[in-house]
């Protein structure tokens, strides 16, 4: 990839912008921030880092929208992290307000690229972003369950005592508080996880990831986390770069899927060189029917309440 812009260069930005640089993903990378100094300080920072860690990515920064000119994929970072106490939803009007502005930038000045979007809401905001832009559905997603995966994957791994490597955890649905775990596609080696954990202790897990980012928040009292969001970033990145054709819970833009239209929702697809190239409906048994509604009517009414 020639170019990957990243907008925002808050603390998940910066994070990202230094596994992408490290994995040598592209040739140029761009940070964008509106704090004049900021994106440029992050940039030579992390270009430092090129002769320690080995990379060709040049890094620059920007604190002008055109920053983003013929970028390849937009990484959207910029938003009020929420603090503690508050939902996601609590910080959605101000961060509408920052959407509408890097998309019409983009729209402007990136006209072809790939939109990856992290501020949240995620959920509602990247449907806002589909619809602000008239993209394609297939160029304009989100990251919420490969981090959300992730988490719950590190939870089993604590548990168990067993290598990360060969633990593979999938969670669908709306973000963090209305993700929908999937314990039957959650294995240890093609193994069920029932084989190595009781019911209670499985039950225990899903509620930690739920909260996944609440826990942090609530020890370091003035962040929000950056460094698993900005690695599960990288990992969408990178599976688009290659073009690998990985399945992975991505936030896409419901067509029918699902029994939904007109929404953003964290799904099963393939990510490869055209961003998501097919979402994968897998048939949900009552319980999970029952929470994949739950967080549609969640991000439904955050998706309202922009209208009223
Ligand atoms: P942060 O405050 O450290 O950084 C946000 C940055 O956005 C700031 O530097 C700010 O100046 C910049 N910004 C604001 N308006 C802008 C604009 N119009 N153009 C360019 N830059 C602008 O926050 P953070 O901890 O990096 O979190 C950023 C967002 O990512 C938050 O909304 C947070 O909730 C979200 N997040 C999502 C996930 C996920 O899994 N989807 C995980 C972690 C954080």
Redesign the pocket.
Known sequence: MKKISI???????EATAQFIAKEDLCKNLML????EG?PQGVALDIQETAPLLGFDTKVTGHHQ?QGVENSDLVII??????KEGMS?SD?LQT?IK?ID??VDSIVKYAPNAMVLL???P?DTLTYEAFVLSGFDRNRIF???GV?DSARMASFIAMETGLSVKDIHAMVLGG?GDSMVPMTRYTTISGISIDNFMDPKTVSDIIERTRNG?AEILSLRKN????DA?GA?ITEMVEAIVHDRKRVMPTVAILDGEYGHSQMAMGVPCVLGSKGVERIIELSLNDLEQQMFDESVIAIRRDIDSLRD
Not at 7 to 13: D, I, L, P, S, Y
Not at 32 to 35: E, H, L, S, W
């Open positions: 907008v925002g260069a808050g603390r998940v930005g964008i921030d509106i704090r900021i929208a970072t910029a938003g009020l992290p929420r996601r910080v961060n920052i502005e890097v992290v501020s949240n995620i989100g990251q919420a981090l973000h980012g962040s929000s986390a950056y969001p599960a």
